[in-house]
Structures are given as structure tokens and as C-alpha cells.
């Protein structure tokens, strides 16, 4: 990789981003499953590398050159808990699932009459995968879904956005999909029981 600090790429942003130890280890372990990096660059604080999945949807790959993490203190009210996960819409979900297994995920929930699946990670994080129509009906390739203590009483807030989906339930928890002011789509959901909360 370059030592030279460049602009990042505009198909970077957005995409979903995985942390890994060692960049270059990662890049060989990969092109050896005949997965290619499409670019590499370096940043002040970060090595990166953009691959593409099986439904040619973006993965940033990322090495931090620095191990300290500073704690953000984020919503205190409490409403908005976290990041719940990342879902990437696909088109043939045995060819998806092929593809991440061989980028080493482990699944953490398979539901294959909704054409749903979900992979975390030991420090945290989750993506998941569907072809499942009420999943991907209006959503671009990639959603980012917030986990939420309350969700009919955050709704009220979202009055002036554009609503993509109104409440509906799943089989663990109720979701609501609105657009953000560049058009990006972003999920709240409220799982029904706590329990079923996979970090």
C-alpha cells in the first residue's frame, strides 16, 4: 500500500466498513479465495481497502494506526441504544451466503424462507443479508438499522422526513424506515424481546 495520503474514493462512503488487524495479511488470505481488492489507500489515521461482494456491493476493509479508542458519549436520553446492524439487499441469497462464508463470517442467524441472514463480530458489529421483499422493497443497497428503547415514541420526531415504510412488525421486532435528508435510508427497530438482542 501507498505511503502517499490520498482523497478517499467516492465509493467508499456508505459502504460497509470491517476492521481487521493486519491489512496486508488480509489482502494475500483473500486473493488466495480469488477475492480482489479493488483499491487500496492510506489515510492519517487508517490503512483501507475497497473488495466487492457477490452482489457487487462495496466492503471497506480497515487498519487503524492507532490502538487507543475514545468512548463518544452519545444520547443520553437513552432512546437511540446503538447501531444494530447493516443490511445489504441481494439478489441470489445462496450465492451471498457462499461469498461471506468464504470471507470467513459465521453466521449468526439463518432464516431461509424469509431470505434473511445475519453475521457478527467478536467486538461487535452485524451485518445482514436479504432478498426478503418486505426487507428490500424501496431501500437502496445498503440500510443502517438503529436499535431503539422506544420506538412509537421517537416516530413522532421523524414527522418532517420522508417515510419509506410505516411501522410493521417482524418476526423479532417492529421496524420504521425513513429517508435522510441525501436520500439515504435509515431503520429504527424495537425488538420485542430484549433477550433476542444479539450482542
Known amino acids: 500500500m501507498s ?14 466498513a470491517i476492521e481487521v488487524d493486519n491489512l496486508k495479511a488480509t489482502l494475500h488470505e483473500l486473493q488466495k479465495k480469488e477475492i480482489k481488492c479493488i483499491s487500496s489507500i492510506e489515510t492519517p489515521a487508517f490503512y483501507l481497502a475497497l473488495i ?6 462495496d466492503i471497506v476493509l480497515h487498519e487503524s494506526k492507532t490502538i487507543k479508542k475514545e468512548v463518544i458519549t452519545f444520547n443520553k436520553a437513552g432512546q437511540l441504544k446503538k447501531i444494530a446492524y ?5 439478489k441470489n441469497f445462496a450465492r451471498a451466503r457462499e461469498f461471506y462464508r468464504k470471507l470467513g463470517f459465521i453466521e449468526y442467524a439463518v432464516h431461509e424462507e424469509y431470505g434473511y441472514a445475519e453475521y457478527n463480530f467478536p467486538e461487535g458489529g452485524c451485518l445482514a443479508i436479504s432478498t426478503n421483499p418486505v426487507m428490500t422493497a424501496n431501500y ?6 438503529f436499535e431503539v428503547q422506544n420506538l412509537d415514541k ?28 441525501e436520500g439515504n435510508a435509515i431503520a429504527l427497530h424495537q425488538l420485542k424481546n430484549p433477550k433476542h438482542d444479539n450482542k
Open 52 to 57: 466487492k461482494d457477490s452482489e457487487d456491493n
Open 140 to 145: 437502496p443497497h445498503s440500510t443502517v438499522v
Open 86 to 90: 447493516t443490511s445489504y439487499r441481494v
Open 3 to 16: 505511503n502517499k495520503t490520498q482523497e478517499l474514493p467516492e465509493n467508499v462512503l456508505g459502504s460497509l
Open 154 to 181: 421517537l416516530i413522532s420526531k421523524f414527522t418532517h422526513t420522508q417515510v419509506v415504510k410505516s411501522v410493521f412488525d417482524m418476526h423479532v421486532c417492529r421496524m420504521f424506515v425513513i429517508k435522510d435528508s
